[in-house]
T-cell receptor
Framework: GAGVSQSPSNKVTEKGKDVELRCDPI?????LYWYRQRLGQGLEFLIY????????KSGLPSDRFSAERTGESVSTLTIQRTQQEDSAVYLC?????????????FGPGTRLTVT | DQQVKQNSPSLSVQEGRISILNCDYT??????FLWYKKYPAEGPTFLIS?????DKNEDGRFTVFLNKSAKHLSLHIVPSQPGDSAVYFC??????????FGAGTILRVKS
């Protein structure tokens, strides 16, 4: 079956512009996660959605970052007024449920470059 | 403050030999640990996991060992194959929701 897909695969934007990144999770997965990976670092948790519960936004680095998810489908991560330090690979993952033992399946990521 | 650390940025191993990748953590609340493998331009893929109630979990050529008192885990790959060449990430979680990742170790298996 289809895995997690993300678009665009690459995005170059000018400092100060807004960007939207899209994630299509695996069908039937109730949980969706966003992570980012800066150069030479590990993945850093940003936000996750679980069904109709309020999202856990505890990893968002600033109020310029926001994310939405429609039901149990597509999610968009929005970064407003981008800064050079936002340059990273943004990875989306989904899992059947949230909890220990429920594997998170990752998409290929969106490489964001802020010039 | 890095809660999960992989102190070896890279490791080179001869095909057929054992690869040992190490990971240390600081948060004693973590109770589930995972290893992910990542190829260039792809997302990480799950490899193997271990619960804090165990000290070893084995899956084919891959074995993960957990030493809770030392807050240390390791991944053993035996025998190593060229296709194992990738970046390996150690991750930990308390409730299975947010994963905390190490910075990764690049494994190169030479044929």
């Amino acid at each position: 079956g289809a895995g997690v897909s993300q678009s665009p695969s690459n995005k170059v934007t000018e400092k100060g512009k807004d960007v939207e990144l899209r994630c299509d999770p695996i069908s039937g997965h109730t949980a969706l996660y966003w992570y980012r990976q800066r150069l030479g670092q590990g993945l850093e948790f940003l936000i996750y959605f679980q069904g109709n519960s309020a999202p856990d936004k505890s990893g968002l680095p600033s109020d310029r970052f926001s994310a939405e998810r429609t039901g149990e489908s597509v999610s968009t991560l929005t970064i407003q007024r981008t800064q050079q330090e936002d340059s990273a690979v943004y990875l989306c993952a989904s899992s059947l449920e949230v909890g220990v033992g429920y594997e998170q399946y990752f998409g290929p990521g969106t490489r964001l470059t802020v010039t | 403050d890095q809660q999960v650390k992989q102190n070896s940025p890279s490791l080179s191993v001869q095909e057929g030999r054992i690869s040992i990748l190490n990971c240390d953590y600081t948060n004693s609340m973590f109770d589930y640990f995972l290893w992910y493998k990542k190829y260039p331009a792809e997302g990480p893929t799950f490899l193997i996991s271990i619960s804090s109630i165990k000290d070893k979990n084995e899956d084919g050529r891959f074995t993960v060992f957990l030493n809770k008192s030392a807050k240390h885990l390791s991944l053993h790959i035996v025998p190593s194959q060229p296709g194992d060449s990738a970046v390996y990430f150690c991750a930990a979680t308390e409730y299975g929701n947010k994963l905390v990742f190490g910075a990764g170790t690049i494994l190169r298996v030479k044929s």
